[in-house]
Structure formats: C-alpha cells, structure tokens
C-alpha cells in the first residue's frame, strides 16, 4: 500500500501493516488494529495502570527486505518523552537494524526534537541498491499512533527472511523486561535474545507492573504459536504476593499448555541490596522460594520447567551495570541477554 505523507521530494511512504512488511510482537494486531501489547477486549478484565502500559510498544518490529538508499520515518506518538533516567531514543524512537538471521547489524536510530510527539527521521541514507533485510523496532515506553516507513520510489520491496521456527517466545515482568532504562529500542533485552536466537518474541513487560496477575496468565495461555514463557516478574511483588501468585500462573498455563517450557527468573541484583539489609533479604528469599518451586515441580514430573538465578546475570560489578542501581544500562541488558539466551536456547532443544 502507497500513500501520500508530508516528507522529502522522492519518498514513496508505506504502511507497515500492509504486505509484503510484516509486523513482529504484536499478537492481537490483525484483529484490533492497534500497535498494542494486550488484547483490546482486556481492558475490562485487567488493572487500568496494565492497560495503559499496554499500549506502550515495546517488543514489537516491522520487518522488510529492499535494495533502497535510504529509509525514512514518519511517527506519530500518543505522547512525548518524559522520563529522566531514560533517553528519548529508549522511551520514544525507533531504532533499524540490517542483515539476515543471527547477522543483523545496528544501523541508526530516530532523530527528533526533545518534547515532540510527532517527527520525521531518517534511519539510514548514501547506501548501494542491493537488496538488505530490515528490522525496525518499535520505542520501549510510550505509544505508537501511527508510523510510515518511507522508501525510493524505485525500490523494491519484499518479504523478509523467517524465523527459524513459527513459534512465540514471550517474556513477562516488570519495568525491566519492558526495556528500562535501554539507550535504544534494540538494546531491551527480549529484543536482543529475539536476534540472538532469529524467532519472535512479545514483550508482556509492565513498569511497575509485573504482579503476576492470574488474568494475565490467562491472556498469555491464549497467545497464538506460543512457544516458550519467561517469568520474570518478581521484582514487582513482596515475598508474600510471588509465593502466592507463582504457582498461580503457572498452573493456569499448564491447564492449556502441559509442554510448554516455561523459565522462571529471580530478580537481578541491586545496589541497595549491598547496603539495606530487608532488600538483600526479600529478593534471596525470593530467588530461594522460585528455585524450590522450580524443584518441586521438576520432582514431580515438570521438566519442562526451570529456573535462572538472577544473582549472577549482571556479573561482577553489577550496580555499574545499571542507570539508577535497579534498571540495566545496555551493557546491563547484553549480559542479561548472554545468560537468557543460552538457558532459552538450552530448554528449547529439550524432548522432555
């Protein structure tokens, strides 16, 4: 589909939505028609400050081959950027990667004025007419009203490559998850594991959020192709609440999926743990209540569940690895995503 957007002379502009693009993240798309995290229908069933953050577009792509130039946006944003321990870039621009899978490469992110909420950015420009996979991701914390992508008018343009397999892998937590405090989209760490491994992934990450809702269990058993969950809420809720609400969710999910393998997080280490002692002590009671479980349900015949012990995902020095002492600079979330990635990869080749 071709339309006609304001912008520069020789700019064909695309919409996203339509073939041969494909979008990525966004399970209830094709129904609703909405850049949205959770399904519309949701709204009445789960907590407003869920249903607000759901439409924050993290996780979601669009995803494309084309031999043009140049590569242009044009975005329109429910709001402007407003957050002070996270770049604008992170919270309300887009950001293009180039290259097929497990080769895609960084190539630019949007450029805009501060306070806006409506621009005009160029991704890439100066580049030869060979044909290149793209990936653009969506901003991490705010929503996304409308976006165009804006091509020669020559170019062509075609599918992109596949995924190694059909499946979802959706991750579901806290601020942490959504992609807090990344510099950039790319750099959420879902979004680096999702091009570490070439297969989609849907960012159910809540700001605040993450409480283990057992509505939100049921939305996600719902997901089409779901292939894989990471847990990784418990930094939202008191030892009292993830004792409660974990077996919770995961029973909901093995009403539906009985194989589905299901990873199970414990929070990473904070730099307020080195210095009061109730948080030191919440989250390893925490991690040790998560690890048990896991157990627990492994001895009784669960194995495809497991569990990640969040001590060690920033490694050594992990409060340099952080924006404000909790949420992961992207060195945070590249080191987060190294273990991530391996235990996903791990239980994804498991016949149990």
């Not at 600079?329 to 235990?343: E, H, N, P, Y």
Request: with cysteine; net charge neutral; charged share 25%.
């Amino acid at each position: 589909m071709r339309i006609v957007v304001p912008g520069g002379e020789g700019v064909v502009w695309h919409s996203p939505r339509a073939a041969p693009f494909r979008l990525a993240g966004f399970p209830w798309i094709e129904r609703d028609g909405k850049y949205r995290r959770l399904p519309l229908s949701s709204q009445t069933s789960i907590r407003e400050p869920v249903h607000a953050l759901a439409d924050c577009t993290a996780g979601g792509q669009i995803r494309f081959t084309t031999d043009s130039p140049f590569l242009h946006l044009s975005v329109k944003l429910t709001a402007p950027a407003d957050m002070y321990h996270m770049p604008a870039t992170g919270q309300c621009g887009f950001d293009c990667y180039v290259g097929g899978p497990r080769r895609k490469r960084y190539v630019g992110t949007t450029k805009f004025r501060p306070g806006a909420d409506a621009y005009e950015s160029v991704l890439f420009e100066g580049f030869d007419r060979r044909k290149r996979e793209v990936t653009i991701h969506f901003p991490l914390y705010q929503g996304v009203e409308e976006v165009y992508v804006g091509l020669a008018k020559d170019a062509s343009i075609a599918s992109p490559g596949e995924f190694d397999d059909d499946g979802r892998i959706v991750f579901y937590g806290t601020s942490i998850t959504q992609g807090g405090c990344a510099s950039r989209p790319g750099m959420a760490y879902p979004n680096i594991v999702g091009r570490r491994l070439n297969l989609e992934c849907v960012n159910l990450g809540f700001s605040g959020n993450g409480k283990g809702e057992a509505e939100l269990a049921r939305i996600i058993r719902g997901i089409d192709r779901l292939k894989l969950l990471v847990l990784d809420y418990e930094p939202n809720v008191s030892l009292e609440q993830f004792q409660e609400t974990l077996p919770v969710f995961v029973d909901l999910l093995r009403s539906e999926h009985p194989a589905l393998p299901i990873l199970v997080v414990s929070g990473i280490k904070s730099a307020l743990g080195d210095f009061q002692e109730a948080v030191r002590l919440k989250r390893e009671l925490c991690r040790d209540f998560a690890r048990d479980f896991v157990l627990e349900r492994r001895s009784s015949g669960d194995l495809n569940l497991r569990f990640l012990n969040g001590d060690a995902l920033l490694g050594r020095r992990y409060e340099e690895c952080t924006v404000d002492g909790v949420h992961p600079t992207d060195l945070g979330f590249q080191r987060m995503s190294d273990a991530m990635a391996k235990a996903i990869r791990s239980m994804l080749a498991m016949k149990g």
